[in-house]
Every structure is written in C-alpha cells, then in structure tokens.
C-alpha cells in the first residue's frame, strides 16, 4: 500500500459504520460504509417461482405475433425443408439459456414438434465484435445437451464471405448482415432486456445490430456523432440514434419472432416476452424502466458501484462507470469493484488496451478530438474508452478509484484512474475474495479520508445493482 494512502485511512473510525454486501462477480464482499451510507437500489419486483411454465406460457400467447407453429405453417414450405437461425447472446449476458428453466431447450422443442429438424437449426452467437466463445463458454450458456446436438456458430463481423448486403439505412449506412440468419427461413432473436448505455435497452433489435452486423456498420454506430449525442443513454428511446438505426437494421432484416427475458436486482427471471420484435420488447421496456430507474433528489461526494455479471473486463465495466455519474457530484469520486474474470482477456482487447492507455495519456478531451479528425482510421473498440472517457469528464483522474485484482499492476499503467492494487497491504497476491475485500474496504476510507483532510464529511451513496441501476437525478 501507498504510504501516503496509509496514513490517511488509519485516520478513520469505523465503528459506527455498518456492512453492506457487494456483488462480485458470482461471489459478494461485505465491506462497512458511513452510517449515512444512502443505498441506491433498484424496486423490488416478484420473480417467477415456475419459470418453465412462463416460459411455455409466453411460447403459446405471443405478444402481437402469431405462435411460432402457426409461422410456421404460413411459410409456405415443408417445416422438414425450412431452415432456422436463432441469434443468442454470448457468455457476457447472463441470459437463462440453459436447463430446464431456461429459454432454449423449450424454444428448440417447439421447433421441432413442428417438423423442423435438427440440423436445420444454426444457432449464431450475436458477438458484435466481441472475440468467439470458447467451448466452455458455450457449455456454460447454452447447456451440454445443446451444444452436443446442434450447430452453434459465432458471428464474424470481418467475414465479407460471410455477411450479404441489406442495403443502406436513413442515416446513410449500408449495412452488411450474417447471411446464415439473414437467409434462414425462420428468424429468431433472443436475449436479455435491461437498460443499455448506448440503445437505451439491450434485446429485440439490437440482436441483430450490433450483433450480426459487419465491421463497419458497428463501428458507424459505435462512432463519435452516435456516442456524444444526449439521448445515447440508459432507458431513452425516443430520439435515441443508437435504437432507431438498430431498429431499422433489424426490421429490414426481418426477425420473425423474439424471446426475451427480464431479471430482477439478484438476476432471477422475472418475465419472459415472445412474439413481435418491436411490441415484445416495448413491453419488457416498460416493465425494466419501472424498476430499474432510481430516483434521486441529489448528487453524492463518493459513489461505490460494481461491475456486475457483464465486467467480465475492463471493457465492459465502463457500462458501471457511465451508470454512476447521475449519482455523482462533479469532480466527486467514484469507486469501482472490478471483478475482471476473463482468463483471456481481462483488460480487453489489443486494440482496446492501447485505446484505453491513449485515452490515459491524452484526457477524454485530446482523445475525442483524435477520434474525429478527418485522418483517423476507425479502429475497433474505440467506442469503449471514448465512453471512459464521459466518467473522467465529471470526476478526472483521480476521482476514479478502479479496484480489480486480475489486472496486474504492469497493466494498470495503462488505464485511467487510481490503482485499486495500491490499497492492498503487501505484493500483490493471487485473486481472492478475502483480498478484494481488503482493497475496496481501504478504497473506501482513502475517498472519505481524502474528503475529511479538506474539513468536509462526504455525502456516500453505494449503488447496489451497478451496471444494471439507472440513478437519475428528478431535477433533470
């Protein structure tokens, strides 16, 4: 630990403070905070007790959709000659897939009592650009039984051999689509509705772009005039040019039927929505927006968050970053509990690791300006640190604590933010809870300490659901 931030945090008292516990990947940390500590959470909503039942429910009574069998039977060829795409989410998405209780395995029944055979079925891997699953990976979300007995595919967006025109969009982008779903004869999208930093909402549409899009067609919409616009945030549809280009990729493509879920603050299924792309994913918005939106009356000094299922990287855990700012004063702090669990890749990839560190080294105003000079090459991942790039608007560098224990301390130079690694006693160690626990814990006092030393007592805030929480401030 740093001498300096050692001398600080042996200044605070913490008897009065009470323990909360925060998510950590699969595990929770229990780390004490003020008294005054005001949790940010998302409304409780009631979780399905018989999810195979809701799930066949939503299967027979689709929302302004004809059930599948009778999709089928209207397509006018033999089910037994009909080829069908279903686009899911990879491991990033803590979508049910699997088991029993999960959307899959009914879904792939219906087909198939149908007359749909199994190796008509291509199941694609909606990647974007993320890199392919790995065996295991797909195991894990999909189940053994699936991936034993089906064509499970991940999507290239840098394939041309692979993609097939779709024509250009309103705003002027001609789109390129994974031909395996675009000519299938049965289109299915899946995933999981929650609120989105880009689209507003993830699913429905945005299975398709930016999920089985080309490279250029995410990187328009990945781009500066997309990203800076206001309504490019969680929970707003309406003008939001993200969701309207998604939407209209989609509908060109023409995605026959959608299964999508909502999950509560502990990720349990909620509901299941099938049927139309557009109305089925309306209605899982409406219900999101209603517990999922926090309202509060003010801005706090410090602000915990955590990365939640989808901070599998540093990449991904800029969605907690961008969720917490509402919440946070400016030039306020914001504390991250980063489990980054990818044994590959848990900063992110090459492209991003060097993005991210020109981000460190030139502030999110020198990086935005590089991104929109006429002479700048579109490269992959930009997006992510430009997001980063919002957070070190409002708190800068110091005011970002990132606490993660993959990341080793030779790459944290390259990140933007204070070192979490530097609030643990010791080298560091191999990743445990116990440690983790340590280093959020004396993140933690070092903020309030920090507060303290200028005479003032920091309001503190810990947004339990990170990423997955919309705080917004009722003035605004």
């Given amino acids: 630990m740093r001498t300096?931030?050692?001398?600080?945090?042996?200044k605070i008292e913490t008897k009065d403070w009470k323990p909360i516990s925060v998510e950590f990947g699969r595990d929770s940390?229990?780390?004490?905070?003020?008294?005054?500590?005001?949790?940010?959470?998302m409304k409780d909503v009631p979780y399905l007790s018989n999810p195979q039942e809701a799930i066949e429910s939503a299967?027979?009574?689709?929302?302004?959709?004809?059930?599948?069998?009778?999709?089928?039977?209207?397509?006018g060829k033999r089910p037994e000659e009909m080829t069908v795409a279903i686009a899911v989410s990879d491991i990033t998405r803590p979508v049910p897939y699997k088991g029993e209780n999960g959307i899959l395995l009914p879904l792939l029944r219906?087909?198939?009592?149908?007359?749909?055979?199994?190796?008509?079925?291509?199941?694609?891997?909606?990647?974007?650009?993320?890199?392919?699953?790995?065996?295991?990976?797909?195991?894990e979300m999909y189940g053994k039984e699936v991936v034993e007995q089906y064509t499970i595919l991940d999507h290239d967006c840098e394939r041309k051999d692979l993609l097939e025109s779709i024509g250009t969009t309103r705003r002027g982008t001609h789109v390129y689509v994974n031909r395996d779903f675009f000519f299938?004869?049965?289109?299915?999208?899946?995933?999981?509705?929650?609120?989105?930093?880009?689209?507003?909402?993830?699913?429905?549409?945005?299975?398709?772009?930016?999920?089985?899009?080309?490279?250029?067609?995410?990187q328009k919409f990945h781009g500066p005039v997309y990203l800076e616009d206001p309504r490019t945030t969680n929970l707003v549809l309406e003008g939001n040019p993200c969701h309207e280009e998604a939407l209209?990729?989609?509908?060109?493509?023409?995605?026959?039927?959608?299964?999508?879920?909502?999950?509560?603050k502990d990720l349990r299924l909620v509901r299941v929505f099938a049927?139309?792309?557009?109305?089925?994913?309306?209605?899982?918005?409406?219900?999101?927006?209603?517990?999922?939106?926090?309202?509060?009356?003010?801005?706090?000094?410090?602000?915990?968050?955590?990365?939640?299922?989808?901070?599998?990287?540093?990449?991904?855990?800029?969605?907690?970053?961008?969720?917490?700012?509402?919440?946070?004063?400016?030039?306020?702090?914001?504390?991250?509990?980063?489990?980054?669990?990818?044994?590959?890749?848990?900063?992110?990839?090459?492209?991003?690791?060097?993005?991210?560190?020109l981000l460190k080294l030139q502030g999110p105003d020198g990086y935005l300006n590089i991104l929109q000079t006429p002479t700048w090459k579109f490269t992959k991942d930009q997006w992510e640190p430009e997001v980063w790039g919002k957070v070190l608007r409002k708190v800068g560098e110091e005011g970002l604590i990132y606490c993660s224990l993959e990341i080793e301390r030779k790459n944290y130079c390259l990140l933007p933010g204070v070192c979490g690694l530097d609030f643990l006693k010791g080298k560091r160690v191999k990743p445990s809870l116990e440690k983790a626990q340590e280093m959020i814990q004396n993140a933690i006092l070092f903020a309030i300490a920090r507060y303290r030393e200028k005479e003032i007592e920091p309001t503190f805030a810990f947004i339990r659901e990170g990423p997955y929480a919309v705080p917004i401030l009722k003035n605004r």
């Fill in 110 to 139: 219906r087909l198939e009592s149908s007359g749909i055979r199994k190796d008509k079925i291509k199941i694609i891997v909606a990647t974007g650009m993320h890199r392919a699953s790995t065996e295991e990976e797909k195991i």
């Fill in 4 to 10: 300096s931030f050692n001398a600080l945090i042996k």
């Fill in 29 to 41: 940390l229990e780390v004490l905070v003020p008294p005054g500590c005001m949790e940010l959470t």
């Fill in 248 to 264: 209209e990729v989609a509908q060109t493509v023409g995605v026959d039927f959608i299964v999508n879920v909502n999950l509560d």
């Fill in 184 to 218: 299938a004869d049965l289109k299915i999208a899946t995933g999981l509705v929650e609120s989105h930093f880009f689209t507003g909402i993830s699913g429905g549409r945005k299975s398709i772009c930016p999920g089985l899009v080309d490279v250029k067609t995410i």
């Fill in 59 to 75: 299967l027979s009574y689709p929302i302004s959709s004809p059930p599948l069998e009778e999709i089928i039977r209207k397509k």
């Fill in 275 to 357: 049927g139309d792309m557009m109305e089925a994913n309306l209605k899982a918005f409406e219900l999101i927006k209603g517990y999922a939106e926090i309202p509060i009356e003010e801005e706090f000094d410090i602000v915990l968050t955590h990365s939640g299922y989808v901070g599998r990287d540093h990449y991904q855990t800029a969605k907690a970053g961008v969720g917490a700012l509402p919440a946070v004063k400016q030039g306020g702090t914001i504390i991250i509990a980063a489990n980054n669990r990818d044994l590959i890749e848990p900063i992110g990839s090459p492209e991003y690791r060097s993005l991210i560190h």
